[in-house]
């Protein structure tokens, strides 16, 4: 299946998500919203990375690329803080609501460089891995040396 890497990419941001939206939620308790929703998307960016290194597009994690997905995720950070300050302050929106809302509105630019970070800077055995998927074969992790 052609989407199958998006539909993998967009259930592990459920699970993100959650996580971000739980750490988000506990902390608003004792510092204002937007500390806390900063800090509940630092935790979302690291289970992102692994969970999509592992299950989305099954490559082995490396000190590159994890200095290098964050860098996917600032977009994402930008609009959907952008998102949660107008929904919170302009529009008079929930503050529990404003960041579920403005997280599913980011996700398409996030995917694209997500991707891009993860499985561009490849090989053409790599390369043909992302093709193999994309046509809804199961591939294995890569279990070679650590880069």
Known sequence: M????F?????????NTLISYLVYLGLR??????????????VGVLVSFLLN??????????????????????PNIVLSSAGVLLMVEVFG????????????LAVPVSYAIARTILVR??????TATVAAMEAGEHIEPHHGPRH
């Open 29 to 42: 308790l004792v510092m204002p919203y937007m500390a806390a929703f900063v800090l509940g998307w630092v």
């Open 121 to 126: 800077p490849m090989s053409a055995a790599g």
């Open 93 to 104: 929106w929930d503050q529990r609501i404003a960041p579920l809302v403005a997280t599913v």
């Open 53 to 74: 290194c592992y299950f989305t597009y099954h490559v082995r994690p490396t000190w590159r690329g994890f200095l290098l997905f964050p860098l996917s995720s600032i």
């Open 7 to 15: 539909i993998k990419f967009l259930m592990v941001g459920v699970v």
């Open 2 to 5: 052609r989407y199958w890497p």
